[in-house]
């Protein structure tokens, strides 16, 4: 299996894709991040500024932006040990958002509110995995994540 970490979709297929309708129902977005050691802003401004603490100036913006689109931060945590598989290296973080349908993170993705925040994201990573997810047609669910889908039904 090759991994490839990007900032931005590059593969045409891929982007072709999002603008497909997707799953029913709420989808859960994976986020895994690699951070830059050393923020690096596109425009050249100075900073002193790490990689995590630019993308962290992104991820509070985003919280605020997500309820416009019908979503909502569910998860964010920091990687620490790899306990099953392989990789060259370990992602530092790992971010879960919901949305109620794959076309509301795309209409967020080109908001302005998005696109202002987003020069952070852009300065702080290094490269992702944006990996959607939809939950499991199974009846061992947490009250809590039964609830969350429940609430974000189209």
């Known amino acids: ?3 490839t970490n990007d900032v931005y979709p590059s593969d045409p297929a ?3 894709a999002l603008r497909e309708k997707g799953p029913d ?8 991040l690699k951070f830059k050691d050393k923020a690096e802003y596109e425009d050249g401004r100075a900073t002193t500024l790490t990689g995590r603490e630019a993308y962290q100036i992104y991820g509070r ?13 569910v998860f964010a945590a920091d990687v620490t040990f790899l306990s099953l598989g392989r990789v060259e290296e370990l992602w530092d973080e790992i971010a879960i958002a919901a949305y ?3 076309g509301d993170m ?9 696109r ?23 009846d061992f669910l947490p009250d809590w994540l039964s ?3 429940q609430s974000m039904k189209a």
């Not at 913006?61 to 931060?73: E, H, M, N, S, Y």
């Not at 795309?106 to 998005?114: A, L, Q, Y």
Request: charged fraction near 20%; avoid cysteine; proline fraction near 6%.
């Open 1 to 3: 299996m090759q991994v």
């Open 14 to 16: 891929q982007i072709e």
């Open 25 to 32: 129902g709420p989808i859960f977005m994976v986020n895994l």
């Open 61 to 73: 913006a985003v919280t605020d932006i997500l309820p416009k689109f019908g979503g909502r931060a």
């Open 100 to 102: 109620p349908q794959r």
């Open 106 to 114: 795309v209409r967020m993705s080109f908001s302005p509110e998005w």
């Open 116 to 138: 202002e925040a987003s020069v952070h994201r852009t300065a702080g990573l290094k490269g992702q995995l944006n990996i959607e997810t939809k939950l499991a047609q199974v």
């Open 147 to 149: 609830a969350l889908a």
